[in-house]
């Protein structure tokens, strides 16, 4: 659902917010955005901050409502001011991008930390990403720890930052077979950079057996799957198969 959390199973608050909340979710999943909209809304004026989080959700995609990135921001801000760590994230994510408020990578790096401290893993794995690409030298440890976190949570992309981070010892030391190791988890995890890097790693035989067949194979289908990264070493994947191949 994006930015609207499923709402069930997180957490455990006492009836009958948790039936008004489970009411909601139901008409969200079922795509009825007015209707789960008129039970957050009593919830959310009355401090619920996982109500307010899904109000400001529906006014940043315009669902059931008119997109509003003023009415977003400010329902964020209540979700986030009270404590809930998808408001936190979601509010992140608005200073990040800029939308109904100045852009500003600190202020989302601030609140992303707040939500990946409670134990939220997207926002885990966007803090890693953003200490990695906005951060200096002396941010790659907590980087390395949050994209840690966020790849043992399941976090596709995480997985293969992971696996980055050993390649380049980003604040590790270099390590080509967890990097492959990490790369691998990323492809089961159906993320196509990690295929393409799993494909790279594979014709160079760095942290796996090299087979110029397989890599080949990674790196096509990386690359058929959106993966930027794997279009710099097809054609020296084909060569290889090619030389392979002949007689």
Same mark, same amino acid.
């Not at 455990?12 to 039936?19: D, G, H, S, Y």
């Not at 992303?112 to 200490?131: F, T, V």
């Not at 492959?180 to 295929?195: E, F, I, N, R, S």
């Given at each position: ?60 995609? @315009?669902?059931? &409502? #008119?997109?509003?990135? $003023?009415? *977003?921001? !400010?329902?964020?801000? %209540?979700? /986030?001011?009270? +404590? =809930? ?12 991008? @800029?939308?109904? &408020? #100045?852009?500003?990578? $600190?202020? *989302?790096? !601030?609140?992303?930390? %707040?939500? /990946?401290?409670? +134990? =939220? ?88 057996e090299k ?36 007689p």
């Amino acid at each position: 659902m994006g930015w609207l959390d499923r709402l069930r199973g997180k957490g455990r608050p006492m009836p009958p917010v948790a039936e008004a909340m489970a009411q909601a979710a139901a008409a969200a999943e079922r795509g009825d955005y007015r209707a789960a909209l008129a039970i957050w809304g009593p919830l959310a004026h009355s401090g619920v901050g996982r109500a307010q989080n899904n109000i400001g959700a529906c006014f940043a995609e @315009g669902l059931g &409502v #008119a997109r509003d990135p $003023a009415l *977003a921001l !400010r329902w964020l801000t %209540l979700s /986030a001011q009270s +404590g =809930d760590p998808v408001g936190q994230r979601n509010l992140a994510a608005l200073h990040f991008k @800029g939308e109904g &408020v #100045a852009q500003s990578d $600190a202020e *989302a790096i !601030r609140l992303y930390r %707040l939500a /990946a401290e409670q +134990g =939220d893993a997207p926002a885990q794995d966007m803090l890693s990403w953003m200490l990695l690409e906005t951060g200096n030298e002396g941010d790659r440890p907590e980087a390395f720890r949050w994209a840690s976190a966020a790849a043992e949570a399941g976090i596709a992309a995480s997985m293969t930052r992971v696996g980055m981070i050993h390649h380049d010892a980003l604040g590790v030391e270099r390590d080509a077979v967890q990097a492959a190791a990490w790369w691998q988890k990323g492809v089961a995890a159906g993320d196509a950079d990690a295929k393409a890097m799993l494909g790279a790693a594979t014709l160079l035989g760095q942290g796996v057996e090299k087979d110029a067949d397989r890599a080949l194979a990674l790196l096509t289908e990386a690359e058929r799957e959106g993966s930027l990264l794997a279009t710099p070493f097809i054609k020296a994947a084909r060569a290889a198969a090619s030389e392979g191949a002949a007689p």
